[in-house]
């Protein structure tokens, strides 16, 4: 009897930790982007997170309703300054204000550990919005030293890759020139801060631009030729690593070698409109399901093979309500109710429906009640 339940005890133990730790292994965040009128409520979003252990969330702005929803969870939660935002938070005690507001009181149960000030400020066309960033991001960080919150929450931007002029080969990265006037005080400021540089790269936009010469294996991680950088004779396989060292490139050639590069937002649209080459369920799952194996095995990219890749996955659902192409709202993972668009494929990686948390509990509940007969039996026998 003891030997069944022990046996029994075993295969509990290795179901459980077959379907928790290819999530919890990876490290990887994923964007909760909430453009939309047809969303689970936070509570469930948060639920749904918990189930998946995924334990790092960034968000686009600082809705109380989602922090509330997140509290108690554990999962590190990045919250967003909207663009709009910006001219007022160069004024101290309006970013002061705003901190004690939108995150101070929430910091004993929700872990927010960085506001992302403003996003994809830089490389569009409001050179005022851009003259407003740096300042917003230093009275930010300035307000969060003088409330003690400094060595809790960092403060950082996010780009668009549109702020390089040269992308390949990857050693020859460098930002555009009307850039650098912007780009190298934010350097001179993350170093200071020890805070990182977020870039929100695409491969699927190099792809849908050039279909004919960009090779699709190459931008989906795939089996490929790949691409050799001839100044350092180091190869590529895909085009993200490729795009990552460039931004290195380009941020030493600024003068600056201490700052990290963290990728705030990838992923691949499972539709789009008839222009939109390879938006498609397929190519979507292929993206990230090879983008997720990677960062299980913790690679680094061929210029720094050492140094494990952080990424956000974009995004957690398809928005209904996003402008653009069709694209722009089916880069979800998720439909709306929770289902899934596509499977990851590999069976540590399977993202389950929201309503799989039941059966969770379910096992749980197995699994205590065994080691009650367990502990029982063994007292029987004594």
């Keep these: 009897m003891a030997v069944i339940f022990t046996k029994l005890l075993l295969l509990m133990l290795l179901t459980l930790s077959e379907s928790f730790v290819g999530i919890l292994s990876i490290g990887v965040g ?8 047809n969303l689970l409520p936070p509570s469930q979003v948060s639920d749904l997170l918990k189930s998946l252990n995924i334990n790092r969330v960034k968000v686009y702005d600082a809705d109380p309703k989602v922090l509330q929803a997140f509290a108690g969870t554990d999962i590190e939660l990045i919250i967003g300054l909207g663009n709009e935002y910006l ?15 939108n995150v101070q009181p929430y910091l004993s149960q929700t872990k927010i550990t960085c506001i992302n000030v403003g996003n994809e400020v830089l490389g569009g066309e409001d050179t ?23 060595k809790q929450v960092y403060i950082t931007t996010a780009h668009s890759l ?20 912007y780009i190298k005080p934010i350097l001179d400021f ?11 790269a695409y491969p699927y936009f190099a792809y849908k631009s050039d279909p004919n010469n960009v090779k699709l294996e190459y931008v989906l991680f795939e089996p490929n030729e790949g691409s050799l950088d001839p100044n350092t ?15 290195y490139s380009a941020i030493k050639a600024l003068g600056h070698t201490d ?40 690679q680094g990219t061929p210029a720094r093979p050492s140094q494990p890749i952080d990424i956000y996955i974009f995004a957690l659902f398809n928005e209904n309500e996003k402008n653009g192409p069709t694209s722009e709202r089916n880069f979800g993972l998720y439909y709306p109710d929770g289902t899934l668009v596509y499977n990851l494929g590999v069976k540590s990686y399977v993202l389950p429906r929201i309503d799989y948390s039941s059966s969770y509990k379910n096992v749980l509940s197995m ?16």
Excluded at 30 to 37: D, E, F, L, S
Excluded at 233 to 247: C, G, R, T
Aim: net charge positive; hydrophobic share 40%.
């Design 259 to 298: 700052v990290e590069v963290k990728i705030s937002e990838t992923g691949w649209p499972s539709k789009g409109d008839e222009n939109e080459a390879g938006a498609t369920v397929q190519n979507a799952g292929i993206y990230n399901r090879n983008l997720m194996q990677r960062m299980q095995q913790g």
């Design 30 to 37: 994923v964007n909760y982007g909430r453009i939309a009128n």
């Design 233 to 247: 004779n180091l190869k590529y396989d895909n085009m993200l690593y490729a795009q990552i060292d460039a931004v």
């Design 190 to 200: 993350h170093a200071q801060v020890d805070s990182p540089f977020f870039i929100n």
């Design 87 to 101: 001219q007022r938070m160069r004024d101290p005690q309006q970013a002061q204000t705003w901190i004690q507001q």
């Design 128 to 150: 005022q919005l851009a003259s407003y960033l740096l300042p917003a991001m230093k009275t930010m960080y300035a307000a969060l030293v003088s409330l003690g919150l400094n």
């Design 162 to 181: 549109q702020i390089l002029a040269n992308s390949f080969p990857p050693s020859q990265g460098s930002f555009r020139e009307d850039m650098v006037q």
């Design 367 to 382: 699994f205590k009640l065994l080691i009650l007969l367990i502990g029982s039996y063994c007292l029987l026998k004594r």
